[in-house]
């Protein structure tokens, strides 16, 4: 059974930076593209960003620029480096897999991580 556990959020100011991680484990890693998405307070789940098997990126527009997302397929780890952070970055932040790991009917995510941008 895959399990997702993301960590690294915290408070931080404006212009501020972080690095979020994420491990999977129990998932055949390597093959898969993966992804961060967010969501925060009162809005819908949203994607940030993916990388996939060939280390290529793609971004929200948002956070082109600002955010990069990298692998290490030999630790099972995708990490969310952000830079640059402002206040409508705050969010609960998420990976999984593409396609999203499902438990059931239902797509699965890990707890996430809660990223709060203020001064």
């Known amino acids: 059974q895959v399990q997702l556990v993301e960590s690294g959020g915290g408070l931080v100011q404006p212009g501020g930076s972080l690095t979020l991680s994420c491990v999977a484990s129990g998932s055949a890693f390597s093959i898969y593209p993966w992804t961060w998405n967010r969501q925060a307070p009162g809005k819908q789940r949203e994607s940030v960003g993916v990388i996939r098997n060939d280390g290529t990126t793609e971004y929200r527009n948002t956070v082109k620029g600002r955010f990069t997302i990298s692998r290490d397929s030999a630790k099972n780890i995708v990490y969310l480096q952000m830079n640059s952070l402002q206040p409508e970055d705050t969010a609960v932040y998420y990976c999984?897999?593409?396609?999203?790991?499902?438990?059931?009917?239902?797509?699965?995510w890990g707890q996430g991580t809660q990223v709060t941008v203020s001064s």
């Open positions: 999984n897999r593409l396609p999203f790991l499902r438990n059931g009917t239902e797509i699965y």
